[in-house]
């Protein structure tokens, strides 16, 4: 089956430890979000990456960073310095086809998500 | 620019009722716009998705939503809910951007359903 796996579903962080979240595809997309979501607000973006070996920030990278070393792979570390690292992290992909408009139709595909709490 | 409000937070319907969940968008230019549902900690699962091919969209599980430029906005319906449906819904918009394109998500409308 094909689709967006994350690990672990649940994750406790102490104060001042980094902690890395895991999201895997099998879709052959080559792009892949991350973002956060905290009760009644939308998602947020934290990075994105539309093709192997770069990625960019997207409106709340501050805090977070992540790599992007295969096209099946993007990890995504919390570090210390988010202050209230505390949320539900849903990662996706989508197939990105360059800036041609019916790129604009690609849905993204969700995975399962990562509930973060800091103790 | 682009933004995208739903408006309501939170809507009530009794089993076998209509459900009409709101969402209005702003955009420069001819967007995609996409429903999505959410189950408690669950991901996000695509229902519809409009890309200017037909104005009236059916999507999975009796959900239809009909695009009205006119009135910048993307509704969802269902004719009768099912208690299944009690979900979060957020309504996306996606459209150019400075190199490439943006998406941004709706707020969320926490749908109820009573028995």
């Known amino acids: 089956d094909g689709g967006i796996t994350q690990s672990p579903k649940y994750l406790f962080r102490k104060e001042g430890q980094n902690v890395t979240l895991s999201c895997e595809q099998n879709l052959n997309h080559d792009a892949m979000y991350w973002y956060r979501q905290d009760p009644g607000q939308g998602l947020r973006l934290i990075y994105y990456s539309q093709i192997v070996n770069d990625f960019q920030k997207g409106d709340i990278a501050e805090g977070y960073s992540v790599s992007r070393e295969k096209k099946e792979s993007f990890p995504l570390t919390v570090t210390s310095a988010q202050k209230n690292p505390t949320a539900f992290y849903l990662c996706a992909s989508s197939l990105a086809r360059g800036l041609a408009a019916s790129s604009s139709y690609n849905e993204q595909f969700f995975g399962p998500g990562t509930r973060l709490t800091v103790l | 620019a682009q933004s995208v409000t739903q408006l309501d937070s939170h809507v009530s319907v009794s089993e076998g009722t209509p459900v009409l969940l709101r969402c209005n968008y702003s955009?420069?230019?001819?967007?995609?716009l996409f429903w999505y549902v959410q189950h408690p900690n669950k991901g996000l699962q695509l229902l519809l998705k409009y890309t200017s091919a037909a104005t009236l969209v059916k999507g999975i599980n009796g959900f239809e939503a009909e695009f009205k430029k006119s009135e910048t906005s993307f509704h969802l319906t269902k004719p009768s809910a099912h208690m299944s449906d009690a979900a979060e819904y957020f309504c996306v918009v996606r459209g150019p951007y400075t190199g490439g394109f943006k998406t941004i998500f709706g707020a969320g409308t926490r749908l109820f359903v009573k028995a």
């Open positions: 955009s420069s230019y001819s967007p995609s």
